[in-house]
């Protein structure tokens, strides 16, 4: 089994000490610029999210934030909006994303591959030009998604501040910083893929990796794995060259992985409700469907199964009737996000009958204000495929999950559920990665009746919001940045 020794102490508030001001930030402090921040997300919805939300809590600081997405993805995101809900402070900017008409976007290898030739030339003539015309507010400082992490060579052009951000658990970071070690001591070969049957553990109180639980693995596809396992080489490069690297966590959940991470800045939970005054959300690339919440307030309290397996995950068919069944079986009410590409890409079909069935007790949406519907009373448990931000969104409302992970980094994910914070259960697969509606059933009702669960929800739910009030380690990692902002 990997262990590993060597661990990190600085937080970001020793960063503030490492990094004496440069001449720009002394010069800003002298004329009394106002600090402006260029952010940009990966084109997918489980990044524009979670930049959006910081990029609210920037602005609320008084700095002012231009948020850059593709034109494809800007287009999207003003559909989404039933309401203009960005406070001020915030330009929405677009650049083309360099593919043609006929392009699949919805392909992130296509996507990436032309946002790296075209993406560093596009951000230099829009950071000129904002420079250009706002001489007191020029660029000061760029936010990255570390997706795309190469653009910070921009910023390092341009003269703004390089920062990386993490949408992802602090522990996928920790492991990533690792590669060139697990290569090393002949763990991983160059594909990414591990050469032992044993586990990498990074530390006691982060789950070890299973052979294909790496948030690379592939491995029915080694060519796309490699793709993966790239990307995850450039995110390494990025967190030595950013000077800071904001994660969507915090420390109580997981000072461990932190430890591990160089100027890592813990900065989570980042939740519309906690930047927000009315904790709209701002960047779904769906119109919210909002009848799901009167639905909510006329269900008991704490009966609901919410079920939602984010933006990207599909299921076959035969797969999509077993779930129907099992939640029709567990007889308790339902609530289920079918993006109208769940099928395998197509529109979902039903058992037969199975609406007519469940009509009083199921509510069917192709979209949720998902923060909200975790906030609701009525919701007793998240059936998830345990993507960071729902995780991070399920955690802090204290939910209980159901675990179904589809890809990448979703399997630790399910792990820290599970065995470390022990807030839910797994829906175990047969051999053939099939969940049974049996499975489904017998596991909704497991962790309805199980009371040590929902217990240890509402104490990570306790220590989230405690890491968001004042003096908690949130508020102060986000207060020591903002303060380098402004200097
Ligand atoms: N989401 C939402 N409404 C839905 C389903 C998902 O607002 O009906 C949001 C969810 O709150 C989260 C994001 O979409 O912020 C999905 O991100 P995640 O990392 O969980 O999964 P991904 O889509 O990247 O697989």
Redesign the pocket.
Known sequence: MYTVNDLYTNTCTDLELEHPLTSQEVAMAVNGKRPHALVVPFP???HV??LMKLSQKIANHGIKVTFVNTEYVHAKVLAGFRLLVLVSGIELASIPDGLIPEDDRENDFTVTESLVRTMPGYLTDLIEKINCENGDEKISCVIADIAIGWILDVAKKVGAEPVAFLPAAAAGMALILHIPKLIEAGNLDINGTMMRSELINLSDEIPPWKRNELSWSFSSDLQTQKIFFECCLTAEQTAHHAKWLLCNTFHEIESSACKLIPKICPVGPLLSSNSLKSSA?GG?FWV?DTTCLSWLDNQPVGSVIYV?F????IFSQDQLHELALGLEHSGRPFLW?IRSNLANGSHAEYPNGFQERVANRAKIVE?????KVLAHSSVGCFLS?C????TV?GVSMGVPFLCWPYFADQFHNQNYICDIWKIGLRLNPDENGFRSSHEIKTKIGMLFSDHSIRENSLKVKEMSIESVNESGSTFQNFETFINHLKI
């Open positions: 997918a919805q489980g999210m979670p959300s779904s919210e939602s984010g933006s990207i995950a996000v979209w949720t204000p998902q923060e495929h993507g960071w931000n729902s969104e």
